[in-house]
Every structure is written in structure tokens, then in C-alpha cells.
């Protein structure tokens, strides 16, 4: 009987332990630090940033949010920002963003028509996903990937 027990309790321990290992434990983890800044009066905006160098050193500004806080769609923007100066996003150009598979889409330019500067690129990621790779789409029209 203990035998009987002994050998059911590891079948279902063996089981559990292939169920997670397929399941989640393969799976590798990611960190976000989300922060809040306030839109105007009584709406805040929670959004990931970080700060990442381009191939030739130059910093850029990385924020990821959502947009349109009454519309039941809400819009996932990207927002590029560059060293004044330094860079000048070419407007209206699309982002072309590398997935994981190797795809390639194209993110619309949400500031096509009226840049506030230059420097600055917000792209509309709403039915993007997986993205690996930010070239950024300079002036000169030379890609730069973003590490």
C-alpha cells in the first residue's frame, strides 16, 4: 500500500512539474517601471520610459502609453525622443518596427501633420506587438537600431 502510494505520489509530482516547466517556467520574465504624469486636471496618464543609445551614442527617450482615455478604443503610442539638434525624425515617414519573428510593420506617424519639434516621434503601436527593434526614422532617411 505505502508502495502503491510512493509511486502515485511521484507520477503526480513528475506531471505538476512538466505542466509548469511547459507552462511557465521557460518563460522569461520583464520588468516595466510604469510611472504617472498628469494630462490635465484629474487625468493621469501612466506610462513606461527608458533611456537607450543609438549605434553612434546618442541618447534617446523611449515612452510607451495609451492615448484616448474617453474613446473605448485606446490608442498604444510610441514616443521617440532625440537630443535637440542631434536628430530630426523625418515626418510623416512610418516607424518600421522589427518583431521577434522577423516581420517587419510599419506604425503610423502620429505627429504627420503638425511635429511639436523636430527632435520628436509618436507612432501609433495599437495593432503592433512583439516589438524587438526601434530603427529610427531620420532626416537623412538612415536607419539607426536602437539597443
Known amino acids: 500500500m505505502k508502495r502503491k502510494f510512493l509511486q502515485y505520489f511521484w507520477r503526480c509530482a513528475l506531471v505538476v512539474f512538466l505542466a509548469l516547466t511547459g ?11 510604469l510611472r504617472q504624469h498628469h494630462d490635465s486636471p484629474g487625468v493621469l496618464r501612466y506610462h513606461s520610459q527608458v533611456s537607450i543609445k543609438d549605434e553612434k551614442g546618442y541618447a534617446w527617450q523611449v515612452l510607451l502609453f495609451k492615448q484616448n482615455y474617453n474613446s473605448a478604443v485606446k490608442e498604444l503610442r510610441l ?3 532625440a ?3 542631434v536628430v530630426e525624425i523625418a515626418h510623416p515617414q ?5 518583431t521577434a519573428a ?7 506617424d502620429a505627429y504627420a501633420l503638425n511635429a511639436p519639434v523636430p527632435n520628436v516621434g509618436e507612432y501609433n503601436l495599437t495593432t503592433k506587438s512583439s516589438v524587438l527593434k526601434i530603427p529610427s526614422p531620420k532626416k537623412d532617411y538612415e536607419e539607426v537600431g536602437l539597443r
Open 102 to 108: 522577423g516581420r517587419l510593420l510599419n506604425a503610423s
Open 83 to 85: 537630443f535637440p539638434g
Open 79 to 81: 514616443r521617440l525622443v
Open 23 to 33: 507552462c511557465g517556467w521557460s518563460v522569461q520574465s520583464a520588468q516595466a517601471l
Open 94 to 98: 512610418p516607424l518600421l518596427i522589427e
